[in-house]
């Protein structure tokens, strides 16, 4: 079966489409590395690092897409062999199963730490969609877990396929956006071949405390199979949904940790919150969690200062936490209880997830008190502790059960015209 491919991000294409120059833009302003590693339990941050090399070339990718996309409905999407692929596979003790009853034919493994933001997001995620997985808590200060893999983040995903294969996903956004395409694709690409179109950059850093980093040009994009899978709404659904989980990294969770670590006091507080959602107690010593509760509390304090600093926030970070919401429900909950009208997107999930990470810290509980996101809080919370998503996949595997030979994957990056199909490939 030959299938086409919306605008899209391919291999060798990779960035925002129309908006690559600013997200090139964008990407040099944010410059950081916001996470202290060592006590990063608590881990209310995130890092990026860019060199002007990777701009510069996103830039001019970015500027052919975009003249490509005027002329373009439908291009040619290039795939490439996933790296990713890890053997032999680890095979860790799950510190939980999350077992929701629904075959997909593969195994999922999350490697986490449990009040990451970033990792909150991937499990929101999976939850909502009633999606089966082993977790694999991640100890924050040794990272024994995590020593194969040279992704050094978390979330990391491991999954293995029905054809025994198992491939590494890095990156929350990337998680999701892998996982919903699977999804999407009625489960009928294998992921190992989803992944190859989700290429990465490495920068392996200079100087003596060099550390290799990672960025994933593609990874707030969903792919498709074919231009009929995909209709204008879709493809405009997805455009709104695609800005407001970018605003979610870019925005939201930078107040998160002058919040959290807002005083001396908070930041204890946060860190016993953490202690005991983390469940710690199986994790650490009593040694190891005296330091990382209190040399944490107090590092991450200081961290927090600088990240204010960095963000420029105001001093009253509380009011840049109810300003950011503020730009949440009202630019994004302007269709109906959800960012997608009556129905969740991503981009809902990603803020549940986030916002989940500090759920039992004064922070959040002031900014459910000082703002309207209670409502869209809670009925997010309903479904994915609900699993409503379920629903979803198993209607796909009740009613489509048709054969797909091969295909190419694709973006719906915007409304442009079709003037002309320039391409399809059969995946390898
Ligand atoms: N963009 C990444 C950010 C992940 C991230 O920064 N994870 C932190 C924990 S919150 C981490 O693993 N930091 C370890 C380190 O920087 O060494 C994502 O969305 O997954």
Redesign the pocket.
């Known amino acids: 079966m030959a299938l086409t491919a919306l605008p899209f991000l391919s291999r060798s294409n990779y960035l925002c489409s129309r908006t690559s120059l600013r997200c090139g833009a964008k990407l040099i302003k944010n410059n950081k ?1 916001d ?1 202290c ?1 060592a006590l ?1 339990a608590g ?6 690092r860019w060199t002007a090399k990777h701009v510069i070339f996103a830039g001019a990718v970015g500027g052919a897409s975009l003249v490509a996309l005027t002329r373009h409905k439908l291009l040619k999407v290039h795939a490439e062999s996933n790296p990713w692929e890890v053997s032999p596979r680890p095979e860790p003790t799950p510190s939980r199963v999350m077992n929701y009853g629904l075959d997909l034919g593969i195994k999922i493994t999350l490697y986490q ?1 449990q009040t ?4 909150c ?1 991937a499990r929101a995620f999976l939850d909502y969609y009633g999606i089966s997985y082993d977790v694999v808590e991640v100890n924050s200060v040794k990272r024994t877990e995590v020593k194969w893999s040279k992704y ?4 990391l995903l491991l999954v293995q396929t029905p054809e025994g294969k198992t491939v590494q996903i ?4 990337q998680i999701v956006s892998v996982l919903q395409t699977f999804i999407d694709t009625k489960m009928k690409i294998t992921i190992d071949q989803i992944a190859n179109y989700y290429p990465h950059f490495e920068d392996k850093g200079e100087g003596m405390f060099a550390r290799t980093t990672f960025d994933f040009p593609n990874k707030y994009f969903i792919m498709y199979l074919d231009e009929g899978t995909v209709s204008k709404s879709t493809a405009k659904l997805r455009n709104f949904e695609r800005k407001w989980r970018m605003w979610v ?1 870019s925005d939201f969770v930078h107040r998160i940790s002058p919040n959290i670590y807002g005083t001396f006091a908070e930041s204890f507080q946060a860190f016993k919150y953490f202690e005991k959602v983390g469940n710690w107690e199986k994790i650490f010593s009593w040694w190891d969690r005296l330091v990382v509760c209190y040399l944490g509390g107090f590092v991450m304090r200081l961290v927090a200062m600088n990240l204010k600093r960095k963000h420029e926030l105001d001093d009253d970070v509380r009011m840049e936490l109810y300003h950011s919401v503020q730009r949440f429900t009202k630019g994004a909950l302007n269709r109906g209880a959800f960012t997608g009208g009556d129905s969740i997107t991503l981009a809902d999930l990603a803020l549940y997830g986030v916002m989940t990470s500090f759920e039992g810290c004064d922070a959040f509980r002031d900014m459910t008190e000082n703002s309207d996101i209670s409502t869209w809080f809670q009925a997010v919370k309903k479904a994915v502790e609900g699993h409503e998503g379920q629903r979803i996949i198993r209607t796909i595997l009740e009613t489509d059960v048709g054969e797909v030979e091969g295909g190419t994957l694709g973006v719906a990056v915007s409304e442009v015209e079709v003037v002309e199909e320039v391409g399809e490939a059969v995946l390898a």
């Open positions: 590395t996470c590693r990063s881990c209310h941050g995130y890092s990026s730490y990451c933001p970033f990792c997001k050094k983040k978390v979330p890095n990156d929350s956004s990294d």
